[in-house]
């Protein structure tokens, strides 16, 4: 099972910007095996719920929330996929979970914090 490390959350001001980071521990992307990478959000009292996805082919699925907003992205070398969050805000906040779907197996991260000040 691969390890996955969030990093890249913090306090931020609403209007401001954060790149969440998820390294994982080997490759994660691979022709030959279908891959989900996907970030979750979960704030105090709610469930999880996803943010963006990207699959191994390079399609994305982003939540309406994040649309125009967040841009996930991925660098297959250093095996890590990417969320950049332009104009946060206060509802933003929550716990970031990394998810990693490599063919039947299911990883997550132990999730990085983000709050958005009003």
């Known amino acids: 099972q691969v390890q996955l490390v969030e990093s890249g959350g913090g306090l931020v001001q609403a209007g401001g910007s954060l790149r969440l980071s998820c390294a994982a521990s080997?490759?994660?992307?691979?022709?030959?095996?279908?891959?989900?990478m996907t970030w979750y959000r979960q704030a105090p009292g709610k469930q999880r719920e996803l943010v963006p996805g990207?699959?191994?082919?390079?399609?994305?699925n982003y939540a309406d929330s994040a649309k125009g907003r967040f841009t996930i992205s991925r660098d297959n070398a250093k095996n890590t996929v990417y969320l950049q969050m332009n104009s946060l805000k206060p509802e933003d906040t929550g716990v970031y979970y990394c998810?990693?779907?490599?063919?039947?197996?299911?990883?997550w991260g132990q999730g990085t914090q983000v709050t958005v000040s009003s």
């Open positions: 998810n990693a779907r490599i063919g039947p197996v299911v990883s």
């Open positions: 080997e490759r994660i992307f691979s022709i030959n095996v279908m891959t989900v």
């Open positions: 990207i699959t191994s082919g390079g399609s994305t």
